[in-house]
């Protein structure tokens, strides 16, 4: 089972980006210091060409020349070396904490125990294709800023060495012009912000209209959905032009200030040199100097757009990670059997209201309601996705409480196979299997109690046969079918069936109901301990005649009960609901 990273609750955007820094600290150290080496040595370049034209040009010394150059050379190759090396380990931090992540934000959105960050499937996958990456931007951004910072440093203390007024004014104007872009931060955070959440809110959207592309095509409604889409979208469009606008805004404000401070040195360097207090080379030194500043200054101007980016994709990704749990399990592990498999004593949720309900040890118990929403509030208490503070009662599992029991040790006792089947992009016999080591006999009698032959039968590659993503080159049947043959490899303790054949026709229900009663029916060893159990939820009059019991549920308590032949002689109501 995949466990979040964190405990919910305990992250926040801030956390998201100081936990990448630690999580890379190796490479971040080692590539910013590569890098800030990268940033000294290319402060050095114009330095050392003022050098070389005040003692070897100048002065027409030859061998001074050629060593010179020599020293130029070597320069050169340390600066290519310390950033092609120091660049690929930033960028392999970056990768590499963003896919640490994109693997935590998959294991919070599948973690059993449920999230209430809130987003729909939608945003989830925006929040891991995209937050995840802009929040690990983070790591690169203290790179370059230590990098940016860095030549500042050296270009000042070279401009000192030159002319001390000059240094100074370097020295103070710089920090006034990076204090000045960072007034900005704020808003490019919250623009950036605004925009992966109309982004995110698009995409679910998206996912929501083609996951139910069929259904809106059935009842004539896909061109509503597409002028829905196409109004989120352009909703997602304005909020992207305006945070485009404003890190347009603060790219040319960067370019600009940055070209005055450039105009305004290089005036008063050669202001100096006509004053004589200036050499030639000294004047190139500055001037080069200069126009370098230009680049760390800007480059410390586009970190503040990289960081205002990540702390709002950090903000977006603490809350899938630090969302509370639904549910808060248990700890103790897989009960012993008992006779009665499971109690559920007095339980009030949703609709149903002190409702009491036990299933034997081999029973096939089947449960019509009348009201499907309380079939709905049932089948949710017993999956375990109901918070115990949001209903009363109790449910037992082999006489012990749900709640007490690890979230393990539930799902493996109880499985609940919705009517809503998912299956994923791969072969029919992944799916069945559901990634344990099945034998292929025990697949093939599964498909053969769940009346699915046909979906092997008809294709060559037989039970290998692709399927594509949610099965969709299979009918809503044939899903159907695959999704409780896969129920049936798993075999468990307590199988619950919601309404497993709503897209069935009634010949293949027929076969599948002979099929379900010989694989789980278990008629020898009804009221054994140990013996599996099936809940069949439904008001399929094939299904519920395979049962040994039926429960009626009215206005959320069992109000009949008995077999379905006798149900179907002694009561109107339950005649007409089964029968209609």
């Known amino acids: 089972m995949i466990r979040p990273p964190v405990a919910a609750g305990e992250t926040s955007g801030g956390v998201v980006l100081r936990r990448a820094l630690r999580r890379q600290r190796g490479r971040v150290l080692a590539g910013t210091l590569l ?31 050629l060593l010179s150059l020599a020293g130029l050379a070597a320069l050169f190759t340390v600066l290519a070396f310390a950033y092609r090396t120091g660049a690929r380990l ?34 989830l ?33 070279a401009l000192l060495v030159v002319d001390v007024p000059l240094g100074l ?9 990076v204090v000045a872009l960072q007034r900005m931060a704020p808003l490019l955070t919250r623009r950036s912000a ?15 209209l083609v996951s139910g592309l069929r259904v809106l095509r059935g009842i004539g409604a896909q061109d509503h959905a597409a ?19 404003t890190k347009g805004l603060h790219a040319g404000l960067t370019t600009t200030v940055n ?32 126009q370098f500043i230009a680049e760390p200054v800007q480059t410390l101007g586009y970190c503040v757009q990289l960081f205002a980016m990540a702390r709002g994709s950090a903000g977006r990704v603490a809350r899938v990670l630090g969302a509370a749990p639904v549910v808060r399990p248990g700890t103790a592990g897989p009960p012993d059997p008992s006779p009665s498999r499971l109690v559920l004593d007095s339980v009030g949720y949703a609709g149903l209201d002190g409702f009491s309900l036990r299933v034997d040890a081999g029973e096939v118990l089947g449960v019509l309601a009348y009201d499907p929403s309380e079939a709905e509030a049932l089948v949710a208490l017993l999956s375990g996705r109901v918070p115990r503070e949001d209903h009363r009662g109790t449910l037992y599992v082999d006489g012990v409480p749900a709640e007490d029991l690890h979230i393990d040790a539930l799902r493996g006792a109880v499985l609940v196979e919705q009517h809503d089947v998912a299956l994923f992009e791969g072969t029919l016999r992944d799916n069945l299997a559901a990634g344990a080591d099945v034998d292929e006999t025990v697949l093939r009698a599964a498909v053969r109690a769940a009346a699915a032959e046909d979906v092997l039968d008809a294709h060559p590659q037989g039970i290998d046969r692709q399927l594509t993503e949610r099965g969709a080159n299979l009918s809503g049947g044939q899903r159907q079918r695959i999704g409780l043959a896969r129920a049936l490899v798993a075999d468990p303790p307590v199988l619950v069936l919601h309404n497993p054949t709503t897209a069935i026709d009634a010949v293949t229900e027929a076969y599948l109901a002979d099929g379900l009663a010989s694989a789980r029916g278990t008629a020898g060893a009804h009221g054994t301990a140990g013996a599996r159990s099936t809940v069949l939820i439904s008001s399929s009059p094939a299904l519920l005649r395979v049962t040994h019991r039926v429960a009626v549920i009215d206005r959320g308590r069992v109000v009949a009960e008995g077999s379905h032949e006798h149900l179907l002689a002694s009561d109107a109501r339950y005649r007409e609901e089964v029968l209609r």
Do not use: N
């Not at 891991?128 to 270009?155: M, Q």
């Not at 004014?169 to 012009?177: A, F, K």
């Not at 989120?232 to 032009?241: D, E, F, I, K, R």
């Open 35 to 65: 890098l800030c080496l990268h940033q000294v040595t290319e402060v050095l370049v114009p330095v050392a060409i003022g050098v070389i034209i005040d003692r070897a040009v100048a002065t027409g010394d030859v061998p001074a020349l």
């Open 90 to 123: 930033a960028y392999a931090a970056v990768e590499r904490e963003a896919h640490a992540v994109r693997v935590e934000i998959a294991g919070r959105a599948l973690d059993p125990r449920g999230h209430r960050s809130g987003m729909r499937d939608g945003e």
């Open 125 to 157: 996958l925006s929040v891991t294709a995209s937050d995840a990456e802009l929040s690990a931007l983070v790591v690169r951004v203290a790179g370059l800023s230590a990098a940016a910072i860095t030549a500042i440093v050296v270009a000042a203390v």
């Open 169 to 177: 004014g370097v020295l103070v104007g710089v920090p006034l012009v």
């Open 194 to 208: 605004s925009q992966q959440e109309a982004l995110a809110t698009t995409t679910a959207l998206a996912v929501d």
């Open 227 to 245: 002028r829905r889409y196409a109004a989120t979208s352009q909703q997602a469009l304005g909020v992207t032009l305006r945070a485009a606008t």
């Open 259 to 290: 070209g005055l401070f450039l105009a305004v040195v290089a005036g008063v360097a050669g202001w100096l040199a006509l004053q004589g207090r200036l050499t030639i080379g000294e004047l190139v030194a500055v001037v080069g100097l200069a």
